[in-house]
């Protein structure tokens, strides 16, 4: 509006969060829409910008589309107000943390630095607090992807590609498809991804032009890359060794490559590796990410409730070492647990299931690990506490989404974390 554009909003819902912020818009000079699309309404403009929930093959979308308005994302219309370079991040899992870790190293190399977009805070609200700031780190799901056209970061990263929003995307090649699109619109700058994901994005994208870093490990030809526990990134045409993995406070190989891709972005933004080295081992993560809760009589309570795939609880295995009692379910996004089958049987004792999902979640575990559904997290808790044993830890990784039972994967991981701290005042220490 600042701008002199005449904007309209249509909102599908109509609950009171929603009559609230209508209530703010219209305050503003805005004309707001609810209970869904209307043709006349929407088809009443020069272009839309589309919310990361609506589905491209929406009826209204379709229709904007055959009359010719163009239908974009919220990262694709902010990116046309931003003089920042754009550091530009996606993949399954791992983003936030990387998006937060490159920014506390660039912040402590003195870079005026911001992270945000699926992070917290949007993309958009970024330019209006700082239009010029320096460097701007940028969560982007696959649903944001979908609908950039000129979207072109200095730095585009595809952290990991591992099945996810089978939900929302009908095959894994539809979601990769809208992952690689970060990738096939940049034709300057950086692109930096896992090796062993050369295949999924396809060699023809990577050969487009732009420069790639590529992260693996000693036995392949990575660019950075970690071998007998230690990160190696390449300064000026050598190695350099930079920290050794035992020396991170986050634990896991999945953190591993996190700090990997942090490092590497950083490099590339001319921060000196003596300042990387001195950041990574301080960085201890993000709430309701492998967040330890509590010990209770030898037992370790973590919130991994931001694991809402299964490849994110398979990871969250992976750096837990001992038995451990899983709590998991909610709402399923039709990633097959059978990926986890093998750590599953290895590592969990019990599994205790919640959420809408769970009846279908625990006949895809038969077979690999005794499961029961108790229905509210609540009961997962007392449950897994009767359960456990000095040594165990009980582990809140849910593999789903959290929005058949609370607002997201924060409210999710509080209650747990509030559960659990009710069963240490009870004086069960």
């Not at 370790?300 to 795939?309: G, L, R």
């Amino acid at each position: 509006m600042e701008h002199g554009a005449e904007v309209y909003v249509s909102e599908s819902g109509t609950d009171e969060a929603v009559l609230k912020r209508k209530d703010i818009l219209v305050k503003k000079g805005i004309k707001v829409e609810l209970a869904g699309h209307s043709r006349e309404y929407c088809l009443n403009c020069d272009f839309a910008v589309v919310s990361p929930g609506v589905p491209v093959n929406r009826d209204i979308v379709r229709e904007l589309e055959s009359n010719n308005i163009k239908v974009i994302s919220e990262i694709e219309f902010a990116n046309s107000f931003c003089g920042s370079k754009v550091i530009a991040v996606t993949g399954t899992n791992g983003k936030s943390t990387t998006c937060e870790l490159i920014n506390m190293i660039l912040n402590a190399a003195g870079k005026d630095s911001d992270a945000g977009g699926n992070l917290g805070k949007p993309f958009s609200q970024m330019i209006i607090e700082k239009p010029d700031r320096e460097y701007m780190i940028i969560e982007i799901s696959s649903f944001q992807l979908e609908r950039i056209f000129d979207f072109n970061p200095f730095i585009a990263a595809i952290l990991n590609l591992e099945p996810d929003h089978l939900d929302r995307h009908r095959t894994e090649k539809e979601y990769y498809s809208a992952k690689i699109r970060l990738f096939e619109m940049q034709t300057t700058g950086w692109r930096i991804f896992r090796i062993q994901d050369e295949d999924k994005i396809g060699k023809n994208i990577i050969k487009g032009g732009v420069e790639c870093l590529k992260v693996g490990d000693g036995l392949t030809k990575a660019s950075i890359f970690e071998e007998n526990g230690q990160i190696h990134l390449p300064l000026k045409g050598k190695e350099k060794t930079v920290i050794k993995c035992s020396a991170l406070k986050l634990k896991g190989k999945h953190n591993i490559e996190n700090a990997m891709f942090s490092s590497g972005i950083s490099m590339l933004c001319g921060v000196d590796s003596g300042v990387i080295e001195s950041v990574l081992p301080k960085f201890a993560g993000l709430k309701h990410r492998n967040e330890f809760v509590a010990e209770i009589k030898g037992i370790s309570y973590v919130d991994d409730s931001k694991a809402t795939n299964v490849a994110a609880l398979k990871a969250s295995l992976k750096a837990v070492s001992g038995d451990v009692i899983l709590i998991a379910g909610g709402l399923w996004k039709k990633d097959s647990f059978g990926a986890a089958r093998e750590i599953m049987r290895r590592k969990v004792k019990k599994c205790f299931l919640i959420g809408k999902d769970a009846p279908g979640i625990k006949k895809q575990l038969k077979g690999v690990c005794s499961a029961d559904d108790v229905n509210t997290l609540e009961h997962a808790v007392k449950e897994a506490f009767k359960t456990a044993r000095e040594g165990d830890t009980v582990l809140l990784s849910p593999g789903c989404a959290s929005f058949d039972m609370f607002s997201g994967y924060e409210e999710r991981g509080e209650k747990f974390s509030k559960e659990v701290m009710k069963l240490k005042k009870g004086g069960v220490v």
